[in-house]
């Protein structure tokens, strides 16, 4: 303890006559930071865990720049960067979490549960020596059980109907795909919905449209509603597929990075079909690329709401435990020069999270002469001089206001108490064999399947043992979403990409304002001013 006190009364004897002599002393960040780190490691009063001191430094500096610069730890990063990459090490299943019971969904094309036979419907009781039936667990408990290192083993114990069956399956990489819903919306209008923007995105778009084509495809709708982004490269080999060779597609601009403007090398697959692009409050960073490039070189109009408007473009910096840094170097500008980064003050990132509560509150949600449009951020398109705006996401060319006609309490409740789902694992698992037998395709199941009265009875009833009980005025207007949504979940429980929002969408005014649009060519040439 004398020698403790010693030093410090040393420390501050010279510090004292250093700065008497000499005037304060200059420290370099570097050297506070570090003496910080020494003082505290030294004198305070508990044990001090330097990983943990040093994260939440980090995370302290970090705070201070702007919204997007983020630190994450290595587990973290990986949760982070899989859906990106396109793929992570598991057993290949879809699951829900219905109360205490693991269902199988889904098992992925050529993934292990495949190969070993697993089946949607199959109730997964316990994985190895841990027991998911019966515990209420959140689905990322379950997936830390499931997932793992390529080539681990697994041990599943399941259930089927009333056998209790053995699995033993070899952990392999399981891809994620980008582009959850692929259609026909009508007999030449293909429908593509893309929710992220990973490793694979523009293969997958190649290979949708491909498939499109082969029924019947003349024109395009592509659902980037609440896709949060993901890879630049990717939204740009995207917007490669729309555009011809040497189009400006996005530029990027920083302080200690050069400037750079991307254009598309080769000629695009899909030049001359019309095109149009749904976009929401939730769609972002590089999917406001993409629909800005398209915008810009008046390829294609935009249909919906105001996106996010996340124009700041993070680049990784990996440290050697597999933590990272992601931290703003650029803004990326779209073709006609827009910024479409929206406002945001250093250190103020809780407010710069209210941004889409302000807009509800604003109306502009609703109303579409509520979206800002100052005329020092208004530019041009690059082919026929429309008007467009920067300073906060792409303002659509079509404004579609937030619908909610269908929506209720009743409603919210059924899906946040799984009612819904509940109800259509256990039909589909008794009734899967019939279905596939009368309805062997998708197709053939959105040709002729007509949602049972009785299932949706027994829906209402589950509700009301559930603690939810019946409210008339409430499932009058929730009926037709909640018919919708049961008929989507059986077609995606029955087919393998079995699609979901075929059954919502023509109760979604984006999808029907988007379609109304794709075949109106003169409106759509007129709103491109051809």
């Known amino acids: 303890m004398k020698k403790i006190a ?23 960040p570097q050297q506070k930071l570090n003496a910080a780190e020494r ?40 949760e982070f960067t899989a859906p990106l990459e396109g793929k992570f090490s598991g ?101 593509i919905a893309v929710s992220r923007f990973g490793e694979s995105t523009a293969r997958e778009v190649r ?57 598309t090398d080769e000629q695009g697959d899909f030049l001359n079909g019309r095109v149009v692009v749904i976009v929401n409050q939730y769609t972002a960073s590089a999917a406001e690329i993409l629909s800005g490039a398209l915008q810009d070189n008046d390829r294609g109009l935009v249909v919906g709401r105001r996106t996010f408007g996340k124009g700041l473009v993070q680049r990784p910096f990996p440290f050697p435990d597999g933590s990272m840094i992601r931290l703003t170097t650029s803004r990326y500008y779209t073709p006609s020069g827009r ?20 807009r509800m509150e604003s109306g502009e949600l609703w109303h579409a002469d ?17 008007t467009v705006y920067g300073g906060g996401g792409i303002t659509p060319d079509v404004f579609v206001p937030v619908d909610t006609n269908y929506y209720s309490a009743y409603y919210r409740d059924l899906t ?6 509940r109800t259509i694992v256990g039909y589909v698992d008794e009734h899967r064999a019939e279905l596939l037998k009368k309805y062997p395709t998708e197709d053939a199941f959105y040709a002729g399947f007509e949602l049972p009265d009785e299932l949706v009875r027994a829906m209402i009833e589950r509700a009301t043992e559930a603690g939810l009980p019946f409210k008339a005025d409430e499932w009058e207007r929730s009926a037709p979403l909640v018919r919708a949504v049961m008929k989507g979940l059986i077609c995606r429980d029955l087919y393998e990409k079995g699609s ?20 109106d060519e003169k409106r759509y040439k007129e709103l491109l001013g051809e």
């Open 370 to 386: 509520s979206i800002p449009q100052p005329d020092s951020l208004r530019y041009e398109t690059l082919r026929r001089h429309r």
């Open 416 to 421: 946040a108490k799984a009612v819904l789902n």
């Open 91 to 191: 057993i290949g299943i879809t699951f829900n979490m219905l109360e205490d019971t693991v269902y199988v969904i889904q098992t992925v094309s050529g993934g292990p549960s495949q190969k070993a036979g697993l089946l949607p419907g199959d109730r997964i009781v316990a994985a190895n020596d841990t027991v998911l039936a019966g515990r209420k667990m959140r689905n990322t408990d379950v997936m830390k059980h499931l997932r793992g290192d390529e080539g681990t083993e697994v041990h599943l114990k399941v259930k089927r109907g009333h056998e209790l069956l053995d699995f033993e399956l070899v952990r392999a990489q399981i891809p994620i795909y980008s582009v959850d819903e692929v259609f026909m919306a009508d007999p030449t209008t293909g429908y």
């Open 39 to 78: 003082i505290i490691d030294n004198f305070y009063v508990e044990d001090v865990n330097g990983d943990e001191l040093a994260t939440e430094a980090i995370k302290a500096m970090l705070k201070t720049l702007d919204p997007h610069s983020s630190y994450t730890t290595p587990d973290e990063t990986k």
């Open 207 to 263: 290979d949708a449209i491909a498939g499109l084509r082969k029924q019947g495809m003349k024109n395009l709708i592509i659902d980037l509603s609440g896709n949060g982004g993901g890879y630049l490269g990717a939204a740009f080999d995207m917007a490669g597929e729309f555009l011809p060779r040497n189009t400006p597609v996005v530029s990027t601009s920083g302080r200690a990075v050069p400037s750079q403007t991307f254009v």
């Open 500 to 519: 979901y929002y075929r059954a919502v969408a023509p109760l979604n005014n984006d999808f029907l304002e988007a379609l109304k649009l794709i075949n």
């Open 339 to 358: 910024c479409i980064q929206k406002p945001y003050e250093k250190g103020k990132s809780e407010e710069y999270q209210l941004d889409l509560l302000n």
């Open 6 to 28: 010693v030093i410090i009364v040393l420390f501050c004897a010279v510090a004292s006559a250093v700065a008497q002599q000499n005037g304060p002393m200059t420290l370099s």
